[in-house]
Nanobody
Framework: AQLVESGGGLGQAGGSLRLSCAAS????????IGWFRQAPGKEREGVSC????????YYADSVKGRSTITIDNAKNTVQQQMNDLKPANTAVYLC???????????????????????WGRGTQVHVSS
């Protein structure tokens, strides 16, 4: 089972990028999928999360209103649409998957990343000013 990210590259401040996470060897049915990012010298940060079971989504405060996570069950991919890019968004973006819903009553744990067992290798995003 693998996760493969794509869609990274060079973006401009104020512009948009669309990242994609594809599953290989399994389907996202009943999975929870998250997007994370890690900038040089900084800790990994949860960006967004979606439950394939009920469609619930979660976002970091830093991206609310500028990012949208969606799932395409037909293509078995999860997309992260990022708008109004900022140079501070420069990072490696990784997707992660959990083979179930988030822990009951502790949805906030998604942002830590520790509830996800499978991780992709990431795609680099660089935003120029």
């Amino acid at each position: 089972a693998q996760l493969v990210e794509s869609g990274g590259g060079l973006g401009q401040a104020g512009g948009s990028l669309r990242l994609s996470c594809a599953a290989s060897g399994f389907t996202f049915d009943r999975y929870t999928i998250g997007w994370f990012r890690q900038a040089p010298g900084k800790e990994r940060e949860g960006v967004s999360c979606i439950s394939s079971s009920d469609g619930d989504t979660y976002y970091a405060d830093s991206v609310k209103g500028r990012s949208t996570i969606t799932i395409d069950n037909a293509k078995n991919t999860v997309q992260q649409q990022m708008n109004d890019l900022k140079p501070a968004n420069t990072a490696v973006y990784l997707c992660a998957a959990r083979r179930s819903s988030l822990p009951e009553g502790r949805n906030f744990l998604w942002a830590s990343g520790y509830v996800f067992a499978s991780w992709g290798r990431g795609t680099q995003v660089h935003v120029s000013s």
